[in-house]
């Protein structure tokens, strides 16, 4: 039998032991665990949730790895490069590619007769995954792109729209310079779509790829570039290892050079905010497991200096200093235990009720989400309750070595 375990159950159960101070000191360190750990789950539920939504929205407007001329890639340029089908299927063929999708960009002018705008048209073919822009499409629908003819119709963002008086069904003229000359297009619009990622929405607008290389007055297989979705982001560099190795310096057949950047390269100022949250995560964690910590060692000290008479007795009958320190720690373990269990209710439940309900709102505007999103990542929680018990453990080690100090003779004339 485990001598220490037996007796720290029958003094936690003990129910005349509620009339004693430690009670409040018990129930001041459930607290302090459940209340740190709650807070550990919250937060970091919160910022997964928050990184990968705005990562994913990212993602969306320009997939993991852009693949395009060298020159375009590095100063926007509008640069062509050779995007057949025989290129295509290479980059497929790189380990670690998921996806790959052709696009063309053209800056031009949508004008109404109140208002005009310049805008980014973006032209995608038919193999463009329509995932991401689809799930936040909040009027019309997405048309069948291609790269063969033109459907004439455009999908604009909820800013623009608002910005131009429009909604879905209305014609507008859009005017695009090259060659010393304007062209002009009347496009339908087709549909509305809404991010929040304004960096984005002020500007991207979708059309058919065939329409925007002609506007450029491109080879119908030339294009801006690819966009290549890899299986795992976590990793994105090996992959574009792989890619640079394949295509990188390497010319077209109409002289451009190929070259490769990964969606962090070319958005730096979004990831490097989004890392920052991994600092202010691991902040709350240690502040968190501190408070915990601190009243639970408070909450030992407090039972061992009230229990003194008892662990007198015990010595005096031939207990170990050992056998007594481990009876208090698998004591703590209890507390520990119940203030976990109340701590992964609550902290689960703020989270659960914020996920289905979206009670708390952000502004879109700095947030670049209207509700604060969350991530319910079941390997992380686990990590975090193994990482609390062991650590809250681990520091009642040193204060409950007080228990070598106490003196049968004087504990129990004490008493």
Aim: proline share 3%.
């Amino acid at each position: 039998m485990n001598l220490p375990l037996f007796i720290a159950r029958r003094i936690y159960h003990d129910e005349d032991d509620r009339r004693k101070v430690s009670r409040p000191a018990i129930r001041i360190a459930t607290a302090g665990v459940a209340i740190g750990l709650a807070v550990m789950i919250v937060s970091v539920c919160v910022v997964l949730g928050f990184k990968h939504t705005i990562r994913d929205k990212v993602i969306g407007f320009g997939s993991h790895i852009n693949v395009g001329d060298y020159m375009a890639l590095q100063h926007d340029a509008p640069y062509p490069i050779c995007m057949d089908d025989s290129t295509m299927d290479f980059l497929s063929h790189i380990p670690g590619v998921k996806h790959v999708q052709r696009y063309a960009l053209k800056q031009g002018i949508l004008k109404t007769d109140q208002d005009f705008l310049g805008v980014m048209l973006k032209g995608v073919g038919p193999e463009f995954d329509t995932t991401f822009i689809a799930s936040n499409m909040v009027e019309g629908r997405l048309p069948a792109f291609s790269d063969e003819k033109s459907s004439n119709q455009i999908v604009l963002s909820k800013i623009i729209a608002d910005k131009l008086q429009v909604s879905t069904g209305d014609r507008i003229f859009a005017y695009f310079m090259g060659d010393n000359n304007v062209r002009t297009r009347r496009l339908t619009i087709s549909g509305i779509y809404r991010t929040d990622m304004k960096h984005f929405d002020e500007n991207i607008c979708f059309a058919d790829l065939y329409t925007v290389v002609k506007l450029n007055g491109w080879q119908p297989d030339q294009a801006s570039g690819a966009e290549i979705t890899i299986h795992d982001f976590d990793k994105i560099d090996e992959v574009d290892l792989r890619m640079n190795d394949a295509v990188d310096r390497r010319d077209d057949k109409y002289g451009a050079t190929y070259s490769s950047l990964t969606i962090q390269h070319s958005y730096p100022q979004i990831f490097a905010w989004l890392d920052l949250l991994d600092l202010d995560v691991w902040i709350i964690l240690a502040l968190m497991v501190a408070v915990a910590g601190f009243t639970m060692i408070s909450g030992l000290l407090i039972i061992i200096i009230e229990r003194t008479s008892m662990i007198g007795t015990l010595k005096s009958m031939g207990a170990k200093n050992k056998t007594i320190r481990h009876t208090f720690l698998w004591f703590a373990v209890f507390i520990i235990a119940k203030g976990m269990l109340i701590g992964n209710l609550l902290g689960l439940g703020i989270c659960l009720l914020q996920r289905f309900t979206g009670l708390v709102k952000l502004d879109a505007e700095t947030y670049y989400v209207d509700v604060v999103p969350i991530e319910i990542n079941i390997p992380a929680i686990v990590l975090i309750n193994l990482g609390t018990l062991l650590i809250s453990v681990a520091v009642l080690i040193a204060p409950s070595y007080l228990i070598s100090h106490i003196q049968p003779a004087k504990s129990i004339k004490y008493e």
